[in-house]
């Protein structure tokens, strides 16, 4: 099986400007979801999406959001970027009724 | 308030000499319990987990945990360290009630030097 795929992997933005990240779950998995990583945070839960609906939510602003689609991808939103938002933006996938999450390989987002 | 705690930054060891990575937790109700590694440029991989039954598990690269319930801890060891166990190591847990909603810990920098 193929494992969770993210685009880009890399992305350059400018203050101010919007980003939008896409994530491809393993064939299957019904649910995904997204964390952002920072040297000085670790790794913080934005958000879970399953069967279309965002089921958990993480402490973030609003301008961090997503979607899923009904063949299980996801997207995450960013507006408005902040320099803070710079950071390693990882996409995890699962069985609904399983245990672990298996992740992308992140997409690295510069904000300058 | 959930949380997992990984109390060491980083861990020094020899190659050739056992290692232990460190995680406590704090939740209410029994959590299952996980332990990922991050590579440089890279996602977290799935080590190992702790669901249920005997209190040492054994996972990939011949990495284990012991789960401890009194003293509410999911330590990571390693009889051999190999260099190539350098890495980046986190601690995660779930709540039985609310699946998918995963803790992290901070993580533990693991150097092993030859």
């Known amino acids: 099986k193929a494992g969770v795929t993210q685009t880009p992997r890399y992305l350059i933005k400018t203050r101010g400007q919007q980003v939008t990240l896409s994530c491809s779950p393993i064939s299957g998995h019904r649910s995904v979801s997204w964390y952002q990583q920072t040297p000085g945070q670790g790794l913080q839960f934005l958000f879970e999406y399953f069967s279309e609906t965002q089921r958990n939510k993480g402490n973030f602003p609003g301008r961090f959001s997503g979607r899923q689609f009904s063949n299980s991808r996801s997207e995450m939103n960013v507006s408005t970027l902040e320099l803070g938002d710079s950071a390693l933006y990882l996409c995890?996938?699962?069985?609904?009724?399983?245990?672990?999450?298996?992740f992308g390989p992140g997409t690295r987002l510069t904000v300058t | 308030a959930q949380s997992v705690a990984q109390p060491e930054d980083q861990v020094n060891v020899a190659e050739g000499n056992p290692l232990t990575v460190k995680c406590t937790y704090s939740v209410s109700g029994n959590p299952y319990l996980f332990w990922y590694v991050q590579y440089p440029n890279r996602g977290l991989q799935f080590l190992l987990k702790?669901?249920?039954?005997?209190?040492l598990v054994k996972g990939s690269y011949g990495f284990e945990a012991e789960f401890n319930k009194s003293q509410t801890s999911f330590h990571l060891k390693k009889p051999s360290a190999l260099v190539s166990d350098s890495a980046l190591y986190f601690c995660?847990?779930?709540?039985?009630?609310?699946?998918?909603?995963?803790?992290f810990g901070s993580g533990t920098k693991l150097n092993v030097k030859p």
């Open positions: 995890a996938s699962s069985l609904d009724n399983g245990y672990e999450q298996y």
């Open positions: 702790y669901i249920t039954g005997d209190n």
């Open positions: 995660a847990v779930r709540l039985l009630y609310n699946f998918n909603k995963f803790y």
